[in-house]
C-alpha cells in the first residue's frame, strides 16, 4: 500500500488557521475511517492528537479538528500557537496494515 | 499510568541482527497490541508489523517480510522487535507503540539504531 500524500510543509501566524491534507486514494482513506493524525515535535516521539477521522483523546486542545471529504482527510489547526510547531502525519488503520502520510512540517511564523 | 520504555541505541555492522525490547506497564498487558514504526533520518514514519500480546499472533509489512520477527514475553510485559540482515539503510529510530483498537496511544521513546562498517 502506497504511502498517504501529504504537504510538505505549511505555515501560518499565531492566531491563525491552518489545514494539512492527506489524500489518498478509494482504496484507503476513502474507504476507511480508521485515520489518525500524529504530531511529533523536533527530537521526540509521535503524539496522538485525533482519531477515527475526527475525535480528540483526552488532553489534546479542541484547537485541532479532523474532517474528511471523499479520498481526503485533513487536520485543521485553529488558532495557531508558537508550540503547534511540529512534524504532522496522518495514518491508516485497517485490519491488516497500517499507512502513514508522507509527513508536514508546520512552521508557525 | 500508561509506560512504554523500550532499550538503548544499538550500533551494528552490515549483515548483523538487531533485537530491541519494549517494555509496558500501567495496564493490563495482553489487553492491547503492541505496533512497531521505524523513522529513518529526516523521513516520515514507516509501519513494520504488529504482535497480539495475549496469543502472540503478529502481522508484519511486506517490505520488512522475511527479515523482522516480533514476539512477546507475557510474564515481563514485554515485546521484542529483532530485525535481521541490516544493511546502512536501515538506520533509524525504532519506535513500539500501544495500539488501543487502532490508535497508536502510547509511544515508547524510540531506539536509534545505526548500521555501520
Known amino acids: 500500500q502506497s504511502a498517504l500524500t501529504q504537504p510538505p510543509s505549511v505555515s501560518g501566524s499565531p492566531g491563525q488557521s491552518v489545514t494539512i491534507s492527506c489524500t489518498g486514494t478509494?482504496?484507503?482513506?476513502?474507504?476507511?475511517?480508521?485515520v489518525s493524525w500524529y504530531q511529533q515535535p523536533p527530537g521526540t516521539a509521535p503524539k496522538l492528537i485525533i482519531s477515527?477521522?475526527?475525535n480528540r483523546p483526552s488532553g489534546v486542545p479542541d484547537r485541532f479538528s479532523g474532517s474528511k471529504s471523499g479520498n481526503t482527510a485533513s487536520l485543521t489547526i485553529s488558532g495557531l500557537q508558537a508550540e503547534d510547531e511540529a512534524d504532522y502525519y496522518c495514518?491508516?488503520?485497517?485490519?491488516?496494515?497500517?499507512?502513514f502520510g508522507g509527513g508536514t512540517k508546520l512552521t508557525v511564523l | 499510568q500508561v509506560q512504554v520504555v523500550q532499550s538503548g541505541a544499538e550500533v551494528k555492522k552490515p549483515g548483523a541482527s538487531v533485537k530491541v525490547s519494549c517494555k509496558a506497564s500501567?495496564?493490563?498487558?495482553?489487553?492491547?497490541?503492541i505496533q512497531w514504526v521505524r523513522q529513518a533520518p529526516g523521513q516520515s514514519l514507516e509501519w513494520m508489523g504488529w504482535?497480539?500480546?495475549?496469543?502472540?499472533?503478529?502481522k508484519y509489512s511486506q517490505k520488512f517480510q522475511g527479515r523482522v520477527t516480533i514476539t512477546r514475553d507475557t510474564s515481563a510485559s514485554t515485546v521484542y522487535m529483532e530485525l535481521s540482515s541490516l544493511r546502512s539503510e536501515d538506520t533509524a529510530v525504532y519506535y513500539c507503540?500501544?495500539?488501543?483498537?487502532?490508535?497508536?496511544?502510547?509511544w515508547g521513546q524510540g531506539t536509534l539504531v545505526t548500521v555501520s562498517s
Open positions: 507503540a500501544r495500539d488501543r483498537y487502532g490508535d497508536l496511544d502510547y
Open positions: 500501567g495496564y493490563t498487558f495482553t489487553i492491547y497490541a
Open positions: 504482535i497480539n500480546p495475549d496469543n502472540g499472533d503478529t
Open positions: 478509494t482504496s484507503d482513506v476513502g474507504g476507511y475511517n480508521r
Open positions: 477515527d477521522v475526527n
Open positions: 495514518s491508516l488503520y485497517t485490519s491488516t496494515t497500517v499507512v
